[in-house]
Structures are given as C-alpha cells and as structure tokens.
C-alpha cells in the first residue's frame, strides 16, 4: 500500500504541474530552409548583416537549429525576436515558463550570446548567457546575478528552463534537469518577448523552445523522489535517460501522466525513452536493499 501511495502522490503533484499550463508558442526550426534566417513565424531580425543568423544542422539529434554567427565588429548588437503571446493566456496564468536547449558555441570566439526575456519595452527581466571567452553559462535578474555552469563546454548542449513568476518577481532556472537556482527578479512585468541576441563574437546556438504560461511553476513544486544521490540525466530527455546512482538498481517502473506503466527495466542505468510519447513520466526505481526513489522526468 505504500507503494502504491507514493506513486499516487508523485503522480498527481505531475497532473497539478500540468493542470493549467497553456502553451504560448513553441519552434524546433525543422520548417525553415537551411541558410540565412532573416524572419518568418513570428520572428523578426533586427541589426546585423544577413549572415550572422542561419538555419544550420549541428547535429543529427536537434536536426535544424538557430545559429548566430555574429563576428567581434557586431559592436551595437544583433537581435532575432520573437513575441511570446503573453497577452493571450488564460486569466490567472502569471508564471511564465520557457524550456530551450541552448548551444554554447565556440569558445574561441570573445563575445556574449543569450537569450533575453523582456517587456514591451525591452526592459531585461532575465537573461541566460555565454561569455564565450571565460566559459561561463551564467544567468541574470535584477536581484540574481550568478553562473549556472561555471565551466561551461564549447560546442555543447544544454537544456535550460527558466520560470518567472509575474506576481511576486521569482525567478527559477534549470539546466539539463539539475540543481534549482533560485532568486527574485522585478514583479508586476509582462515577459512579452523573447530575444535571441549577441554582442561582439558569438556563435551560440537554440533549438526546441517552448513558452508556456502556467498557474504554478514545475520547478517550484516539491521534489517528487525521495532524498538520495540518485541523478536521471538528461532531463528533459530525447532518447536515452541515464541512472546515476552509488546503489544496486533491482528493478524500474516508468509511469504515465494517466499512471499506466509505460516501461520496465530490470538492473539498466541507461533506459530506452525513444519510442515514448511527449509528456511527463514518473521514473520508479527500486534498489536492492528494498529503498525506492520517484523521478518526475519529461520526454521531448
């Protein structure tokens, strides 16, 4: 009974993470030709030549994919933007959810590269950047200004999930499903753009964003497993979820959002997700020594 009680739990703090969230907009850049991107769905360029922003393949996992190719003469900065519909959500929809994955680009090149979420007017209220030439992967608000990976690899991906909650000014974020970074940003603001920009050098890349306006931010509801030092990376995950844990894995479950098993593994660290739907899923894993944990993980 309790382990059906605890599925029950997790399960359904995964349906009230869902409940009222509404999607704004969403692009994975597959429609778009590969070359110069100049606008088109929602987008629009401003500043810089032609060039600096492209559709290009960096890999056969994100298949097409944004790329700036800005150059260090890009003294007054590029922009590639796009609105977030905000005003369109439902009444009572005030946190401001986005998921991306975030390429970090050549780190021999000496410039900025973000993603900036602001007002109308442009007003900044958070920000994920890469300081190409120090390697940092940092995040900014007005009252959060710190790294949210410090050693941050060339030519690398990273999942990254930023949440903003109008009415009281919090700011969350997340990279690649790991520890929360938390802090308070400026309230009463309406995240209505969404800016891909660079400064000076920056070949920084984005593939797979999402925008969604929630009631109740994922990221700040309680932890759904139990305390461990069991990691499931990367989250959210495409293809492979690994299981890093210092325990004998005995045997996992993977549970729909409905709460049907969607999967079973035996003693597997590296859990097949390929063929499974979008959406969230509850990872069950039973240890050897009779412990379990509940992962929330989301499948792209």
């Known amino acids: 009974m309790k382990k059906n009680y605890l599925f029950l739990v997790v399960l359904g703090l995964l349906a009230a993470s869902n409940l009222f969230s509404q999607s704004l907009w969403e692009d994975n850049f597959e429609s778009y030709p590969l070359g110069n991107f100049l606008d088109g769905n929602g987008w629009v360029r401003e500043d810089g030549q032609d060039d ?26 590029m922009f590639v933007t796009h609105n977030n519909n905000w005003a369109n959500r439902t009444q009572g929809n005030n946190v401001f959810e986005t998921n991306f994955d975030f390429y970090t680009g050549n780190a021999q090149s000496e410039g900025l590269g973000q993603v900036v979420i602001a007002n109308s007017n442009f007003y900044e209220i958070v920000s994920i950047g890469m300081l190409s030439g120090g390697n940092s992967l940092f995040i900014y608000a007005d009252g959060l200004d710190t790294s949210l990976v410090e050693n941050a690899l060339p030519d690398t991906w990273y999942n990254i999930t930023i949440t903003y909650d109008k009415l009281s000014g919090e700011v969350i974020a997340q990279v690649d499903g790991g520890p929360k970074i938390s802090g308070s940003g400026a309230a009463d603001l309406d995240p209505e753009i969404f800016d891909f920009t660079a400064l000076l050098a920056s070949n920084v890349g984005i593939d797979n964003i999402k925008v969604s306006a929630t009631k109740s931010s994922i990221l700040n509801l ?26 004998n894995v005995a045997h996992i479950t993977i549970y729909d959002i409905a709460g049907r098993v969607a ?14 739907t979008s959406g969230i899923f509850a990872v069950n894993i039973l240890f050897e020594d009779g412990t379990q944990e509940v992962h929330k993980v989301i499948k792209k």
Request: glycine residues 6%; charged residues 20%; without cysteine.
């Open 222 to 247: 309680p932890k759904v497993h139990q305390s461990g030092s069991t990691i499931a990376y990367p989250n959210p995950v495409h293809d492979v979820l690994n299981i890093r844990t210092d325990k």
């Open 52 to 77: 600096w922003a492209q559709i290009v393949e960096l890999d056969s996992i994100h298949g097409k994919s944004l790329q700036l190719f800005a150059p260090d003469t890009n003294l007054l900065g």
């Open 263 to 276: 999967g079973e593994f035996s003693t597997q660290t590296e859990l097949d997700f390929s063929s499974f």
